[in-house]
């Protein structure tokens, strides 16, 4: 069964450094997106991506991150500077566009600053 | 008021108890609801997607939405241990972004 795979699935950064975490959505689909778990709180939309633009973001994703779909296959998330409250759990999914399809999800990348 | 909201459990039921599990939203512009599934320290799993109010029934789940109550549910029939996880309902508007309820934990007791 087609899946979203995630790159690492955990992350220890020191607090200042870049970090870029990957993201292969389903082969098919269309419409890319980012959001982050905080231990312990809610799932948050971080940004939706399509047609190699950012169609929807929100105000968590301010200038230190960026996203970018380098190839026919992966997506990426890079946080410039890290702070140690972007420590959390950080997911991409995807889904196809046909029509208003549910999302996937991959199984996540923890990342921990320091 | 939160725009998502949902009771975090912990809910304990014994194996094979019906479960149910709701939530409350107050953005009457989410037509499309969902239903997800996450165990500790692993990514939202799709259970169930409806589209605007109604029933829809998968196996031993059903989801229900009642937008004029603006209340949506999950109902587990013959619950097992293995269904012990996070569930997180989780909607959307005519935009891309997902908002999400802060899930409830579920816990079935053998």
């Known amino acids: 069964e087609p899946e979203v795979t995630q790159t690492p699935s955990h992350q220890v950064t020191q607090m200042g450094q870049e970090v870029i975490l990957r993201c292969v959505p389903i082969s098919n689909h269309l419409y890319f997106y980012w959001y982050r778990q905080i231990l312990g709180q809610k799932v948050e939309f971080l940004v939706s991506f399509y047609n190699n633009e950012i169609s929807e973001k929100s105000e968590i994703f301010d200038d230190q991150f960026s996203v970018e779909r380098p190839d026919g296959s992966n997506f990426t998330l890079k946080i410039r500077s890290t702070k140690l409250e972007d420590s959390a759990m950080y997911f991409c999914a995807s889904r196809n566009g046909a029509g208003n399809t549910e999302a996937f999800f991959g199984q996540g990348t923890r990342l921990t600053v320091v | 008021q939160k725009e998502v909201e949902q009771d975090p459990g912990p809910l304990s039921v014994p194996e094979g108890a019906i479960v149910s599990l709701n939530c409350t939203y107050s953005?009457?512009?989410?037509?499309?609801f969902m239903w997800y599934r996450q165990y500790s320290r692993k990514g939202p799993e799709l259970l169930m997607y409806?589209?605007?109010?109604g029933n829809k029934e998968d196996g031993r789940f059903t989801a229900q939405v009642d937008k004029s109550s603006k209340y949506i549910s999950l109902f587990i029939r013959d619950s097992q241990p293995s269904d012990s996880a996070t569930y997180l309902c989780a909607m959307k508007g005519a935009g891309n972004m997902l908002t999400f309820g802060g899930g409830t934990r579920l816990m079935v007791k053998p």
């Open positions: 953005n009457s512009a989410f037509q499309y």
């Open positions: 409806t589209y605007s109010s």
